[in-house]
Nanobody, 126 residues
Framework: QVQLVESGGGSVQSGGSLRLSCVMS????????VGWFRQPPEKEREGVAA????????VYADSVKGRFTISQDNAKNTVYLQMDSLNAEDTAMYYC???????????????????WGQGSQVTVSS
């Protein structure tokens, strides 16, 4: 089992930036992908970005391409999400998650992730 703890959320004005961190512990050797997901109030959870633990390949949702950057520091077992040019539509609870095994579904598919953090709130005011 993998444990994940997010930090770095908060409130920011439109156009601002935040960086989320996700520290992983436990049996991390089984992790193939680490993803960031978000869930706005009364909406479904959606994939934002994901990174392959082995190759470093990155995948982004269209809504955040060019604004968000996912990265990892394997020595610290930490995955980051740098969020720039934030707008009100980015307001949501943000979760990081770990995925093991091989799946036919892409790495932004929430149901393929089996370990989740507790979430970090991001609020963007216009």
């Amino acid at each position: 089992q993998v444990q994940l703890v997010e930090s770095g959320g908060g409130s920011v004005q439109s156009g601002g930036s935040l960086r989320l961190s996700c520290v992983m512990s436990g049996y991390t050797d089984s992790t193939r992908w680490v993803g960031w997901f978000r869930q706005p109030p009364e909406k479904e959870r959606e994939g934002v970005a994901a990174i392959s633990s082995s190759s470093g390949n990155k995948v982004y949702a269209d809504s955040v391409k060019g604004r968000f950057t996912i990265s990892q520091d394997n020595a610290k077992n930490t995955v980051y999400l740098q969020m720039d040019s934030l707008n009100a539509e980015d307001t949501a609870m943000y979760y990081c998650a770990a995925r093991s095994g091989r799946w036919a579904s892409g790495p932004l598919t929430a149901r393929t992730y089996n370990s989740w953090g507790q979430g970090s709130q991001v609020t963007v005011s216009s």
